[in-house]
Nanobody
Framework: QVQLAESGGGSVQVGGSLRLSCVASDRSSCMGWFRQSPGNVREGVAGIYTSGGHTYYSDSVRGRFTISQDNAKKTVYLQMTSLKTEDSAMYYC????????????????????YGQGTQVTVSS
């Protein structure tokens, strides 16, 4: 069982930036971030394969968000820039070994392990 702990959420104005961090208790094949706001389905945002570093982004965040990792620290980051009000949501970190479905706004993300989430609020 991999345990995940997110941090870095908060409130920011439109156009601002935030960096989310996720520390894992153990290594996994992939890690990623997804978000969910009230009344909406889970939306995959970004993912990374930890061994090769290959990354994935949903269309809604590509060019604005960057996922990165520090393997030595078993940590994944999500750097979010040019934030929009529609980026407001609870952001969850996830990790997988047998399940690495990063997802997007059409396909829900699927992983083996999930964090508790960190809230991101973007205001105008």
């Amino acid at each position: 069982q991999v345990q995940l702990a997110e941090s870095g959420g908060g409130s920011v104005q439109v156009g601002g930036s935030l960096r989310l961090s996720c520390v894992a208790s153990d290594r996994s094949s992939c890690m990623g971030w997804f978000r969910q706001s009230p009344g909406n389905v889970r939306e995959g945002v970004a993912g990374i394969y930890t061994s090769g570093g290959h990354t994935y982004y949903s269309d809604s965040v590509r060019g604005r968000f960057t996922i990165s990792q520090d393997n030595a620290k078993k940590t994944v980051y999500l750097q979010m820039t040019s934030l929009k009000t529609e980026d407001s949501a609870m952001y969850y970190c996830a990790a997988g070994n047998s399940l690495c479905v990063f997802g997007d706004h059409r396909r829900p993300p699927r992983y083996n392990y999930y964090g508790q989430g960190t809230q991101v609020t973007v205001s105008s």
